[in-house]
């Protein structure tokens, strides 16, 4: 609902002055399902979701996560929760306009070490990712399926 009205803050012009920015919202927002306490990418609470769009007169625009709260940061749960949803989809779903994978090179993640040296190259320093391989797979079966 904020994103759909105008607001007006300061930030940075085009040449690196302090100004005031002035929008006129965004008619195309979306609301993104990233599960809670529980996961939150089911056909339930997809559909609960759709009503309290409806309900504020906005459009139903979802997307979901399939990584955080929603795969329980399991990233190996990612694909299934990816799965999910394309069936969805393939049901007939319409407010699903996108889902969102935590993707990176290596699978996994690893802390920050103070010996730069000992990272991996290509593995997240932050949330646990899948990796380029398995995000290539996900995302070309999922466009099979969608193709039908």
């Known amino acids: 609902l904020a994103v759909s009205n105008s607001h007006s803050f300061?930030?940075?012009d085009?040449?690196?002055r302090c100004a005031l920015t002035k929008t006129n919202g965004n008619n195309f927002g979306h609301m993104i399902l990233r599960g809670g306490v529980?996961?939150?990418?089911?056909?339930?609470s997809v559909k609960a979701a759709e009503e309290a769009l409806n309900n504020?007169?906005?459009a139903e625009n979802i997307i979901i996560d399939c990584s955080h709260a929603n795969s329980n940061k399991d990233p190996?749960?990612?694909?299934?929760v990816l799965e999910h949803c394309i069936n969805q989809k393939i049901s007939g779903n319409n407010s699903?306009?996108?889902?969102?994978?935590?993707?990176h090179l290596g699978w996994g993640s690893q802390k920050l070490e103070v010996d730069l040296s000992q990272l991996k190259y290509g593995v997240s320093i932050t949330d646990a990712c899948i990796d380029w391989e398995t995000t290539e797979?996900?995302?070309r079966s999922a466009s099979d399926r969608l193709k039908g």
């Open 10 to 12: 300061l930030g940075i």
């Open 14 to 16: 085009q040449d690196g």
């Open 38 to 44: 529980t996961p939150n990418y089911d056909a339930a």
């Open 56 to 58: 504020a007169g906005l």
């Open 76 to 80: 190996a749960i990612q694909p299934l």
């Open 96 to 103: 699903i306009i996108g889902v969102m994978l935590e993707s």
């Open 137 to 139: 797979n996900c995302l």
